[in-house]
């Protein structure tokens, strides 16, 4: 008779996946598995009151870096009291990708552990996963001897300075260090925004490219 259970909340985005229903068959003696579907603000799986775990395939990541938004996500994931991010698939494949390159790679899973402090794990499959999800589930409900858990999740509050550095981690190509070193030079992003080319082309390791691009999605009307 199952006398202890956990609850492991998933985004609604992740039904399509079969990491629910692999969730839903593991079972650890009289432990049963609850999972329950609901629309997170941040992240792809909730496991307890505070943490929240960001779930990428090597596509999804490719893509996210492709596009920026992995910065973003990151950013609201470290803003979470705890969070972590799987990546699901074999890691060496990613560093023979064609549609990244490899230091940018490099750059982003240093950032990840060394900028946003966010652990970051790897696993085989969605079967792997949804093994990860459980065990650290059981791990946090069950650590004081009782299996419920009130599942609340409240991002802490964005500082001005955490918040300026956002929106420039927003744009394209531009992470951390280098979002830092544009509001170091110009203090305000009014005045980013009011920048020339060439103003912008003073900041160190802001190249030709990412200055035109910084300059055009100011300027670009809606």
Do not use: H, W
Not at 51 to 65: P, Q
Not at 125 to 150: I, P, R, V, W
Not at 178 to 186: D, M, N, Q, T, Y
Request: charged fraction near 25%; hydrophobic fraction near 35%.
């Amino acid at each position: 008779m199952t006398s202890k259970e956990i609850n492991i909340i998933c985004d609604t985005r992740e039904k399509a996946s079969s990491v629910l229903s692999e969730l839903s068959s593991l079972s650890d003696n009289d432990i049963k598995v609850n999972v329950i579907l609901e629309q997170l603000s941040v992240g792809d799986y909730q496991i307890s009151d505070d943490i929240v775990i960001e779930r990428k395939t090597l596509s999804d990541l490719e893509t996210s870096i492709i596009d920026g938004r992995i910065f973003s996500q990151l950013q609201d994931l470290s803003l979470v009291k705890r969070s972590a991010l799987i990546i699901e698939g074999d890691p060496f494949l990613l560093y023979n990708s064609r549609r990244i390159n490899g230091k940018a790679l490099i750059g982003l899973i240093t950032s990840v552990g060394l900028n946003y402090r966010i652990p970051l794990f790897f696993t085989k499959n969605q079967k792997q996963t949804a093994l990860f999800l459980y065990t650290m589930a059981k791990k946090e409900q069950l650590k004081n001897g009782t299996s419920e858990s009130k599942l609340r999740y409240q991002k802490n509050k964005m500082s001005g300075t955490q918040f300026q550095l956002f929106i420039m981690q927003s744009f394209p190509d531009v992470g951390p260090t280098l979002a830092k070193s544009i509001l170091k030079e110009f203090k305000s992003i009014k005045n980013i925004s009011n920048a020339s080319i060439e103003d912008l082309l003073k900041v160190p390791k802001l190249g030709p490219k990412k200055a035109q691009k910084i300059k055009y999605l100011f300027e670009r009307e809606y």
